[in-house]
């Protein structure tokens, strides 16, 4: 079982703990696919990698991402009044440790919410997300593995953060298992399932949800397990890697937790938009 590569940080411990996942032995088709999508990386000769950013705390409201190279200071990108539930696109960086910063939202000037030290390794790709309630908020960089699984197929893994479960039980609406115990702060391993639609049961320590999931052909997902409005619990799809483009990109994807706003308003699709700009 991988577990999640640590981050340094340098205002609060890292937590990560492994995860078990239990796959489907065969036709499992759980799927994920958001608004946006983001490709797996091209081979480069050049000393490279790709990080995206998560903000996972149901109780920490909007906050403005700076990352800075950890040698000289320098801005590399930022992000403005990212909320719960959120995950930016991918940026390609050079190889190197860098500072990733979050503030609340509009106060440049007011002392991180959290700040820790992130490493790019050449050719990997990591998610890097912000996550437990607002008191004990923690940070841990999760390694990704965009390489697609061909047509017809779908490739998934299973990150808990929901804060009112400490373990939780994913299954398919048949009861066909795709994680058991899946302890809080971890990632499964990514499992390979057949493409379709599927609606998935989650449960953990007394709360439940039921979500909707569709899974396209040779893509890469990851399903964020979160709080939702109403303190039980939802699994957020997003979509890592897909074939439309030789290079992760795409926008801001949204998740729809306790603190997320509806995804089909016109407030949050503006959001997004103003979120992708940045990385256009």
Known sequence: MPTPRRTRTRTLAVGALAASLVAAAVGLAP??????????PAATTSDEGWLRVGHLSPDTKGVDVELSSLSGGTKVFELDDVTYGQVSPYQELP???????????????????????????????????????????????????????????????????????????????????????AAFGTATKYATVDAGKWTLDVSGSGQQGTTKVDLAGNTVSTLFVLDDSKGDLTVVPVTDAAATASTPSGGVQTGGGGAAADPTTQAVHAAIATLRSLFR
């Open 31 to 40: 799927q994920a696919a958001t608004a946006a999508t983001a490709a797996a």
């Open 95 to 181: 190889v190197g440790t860098y500072v990733l910063s979050m503030r609340a939202a509009n106060a440049p000037d007011s002392t991180p919410v959290i700040s820790t030290d992130v490493t790019v390794d050449k050719g990997d790709a990591s998610t890097v997300v912000a996550y437990g309630k607002n008191d004990s908020l923690k940070t841990t960089a999760f390694t990704d593995d965009l390489q697609q699984p061909g047509d017809g197929k779908a490739k998934l893994r299973l990150v808990q953060a929901a804060t009112t479960a400490k373990k939780v039980d994913v299954s398919t609406s048949e009861g066909t298992a795709v994680a058991e115990g």
